[in-house]
């Protein structure tokens, strides 16, 4: 991808959290965004600020991810407004936190609909036009849940789980091509995803994320983990077993909590 001054970049869930610190940090690069997300009087303002930083162009729409023609509107929309799609940021999702047998049926179906079908229904919208051009990055945003899941967020982290091996099966379907597929997995991050929940001990700012996914979008070669502390990822294979323990047991004892 290289040069992002002038990109057509494309952010879903931009409104609050990684999605807006992203957009911003695409906006100093001088890109040209489209923004959506449900509250749009949020995403104004983010707009606002996205053009005050150096974006050349900014256009929100409303869109939930999770209502497949709303989430292909949205593509409609950008490709009407800047013909052509250079980056797509799949960043739009939720989380549900509690015993997989007491989470709600229709919280089970929102959830998938929007962390996995949603970055479908945009990624099948802006794939045409990208794989015309022979160009384009897509970069999925999952989580470290998405590759080792974590107890009291079943179906959270099976929806990262899933949104990890679309996107690697994705990018082998599309090798040879001149589009790419990237996976950014962040760790416990300062967002709107942890309102009703206590902050843990260790968090990162958006901005970190966000800056991963710009260098992402950059140079699409492999995936980035980004997590609060230094090389703790490496121990994840050996400590994994042990990490599930200690977990189950701090989420115990914090109760749980939900956000839809
Ligand atoms: N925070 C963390 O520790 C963490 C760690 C790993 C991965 N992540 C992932 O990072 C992504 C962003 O989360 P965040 O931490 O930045 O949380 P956040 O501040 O709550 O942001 C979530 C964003 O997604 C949007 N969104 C939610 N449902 C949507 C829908 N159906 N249609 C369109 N937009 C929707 C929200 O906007 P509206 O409500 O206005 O629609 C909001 O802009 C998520 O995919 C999350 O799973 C977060």
């Not at 593509?75 to 960043?91: C, K, Q, S, Y």
Request: glycine share 10%.
């Amino acid at each position: 991808m290289g040069r992002l001054r002038g990109a057509s970049v494309l952010v879903t869930g931009a409104s609050s959290g990684i999605g807006e610190a992203t957009a911003l940090a695409f906006a100093r690069q001088g890109s040209r965004l489209a923004l959506c997300a449900r509250r749009l009087d949020r995403l104004q303002s983010v707009a606002e600020r996205c053009r005050a930083a150096g974006a050349v162009a900014v256009t929100v729409r409303r869109a939930d991810v999770s209502r497949r023609a709303e989430a292909q509107a949205f593509v409609a929309g950008a490709l009407g407004d800047f013909e052509r799609v250079d980056v797509l940021v799949n960043n739009a999702g939720f989380g549900w936190r509690g015993p997989l047998q007491d989470m709600p049926p229709e919280q089970v179906e929102a959830l998938f609909a929007t962390n996995v079908q949603g970055l479908i229904w945009t990624t099948q919208a802006v794939l045409p036009g990208m794989l015309e051009l022979n160009s384009g990055v897509i970069v999925n945003v999952a989580s470290v849940v998405g590759f080792r899941a974590a107890p009291y967020s079943a179906v959270y982290s099976a929806s990262k789980h899933a949104v990890v091996g679309l996107s690697h099966a994705l990018r082998g379907e599309l090798s040879g091509s001149g589009v790419k597929v990237t996976v950014v997995y962040p760790g416990t991050t300062d967002t709107e995803f942890f309102e009703n929940e206590t902050p843990g001990p260790l968090m990162q700012p958006a901005s970190a994320v966000a800056a991963a996914i710009v260098r992402a979008a950059r140079r699409p070669r492999r995936d980035v983990i980004m997590v609060p502390y230094r090389l703790a990822h490496l121990a994840e294979p050996l400590f994994g077993g042990l990490m599930d323990h200690l977990i189950g047991g701090f989420r115990r004892r914090q109760g749980r909590s939900a956000r839809p």
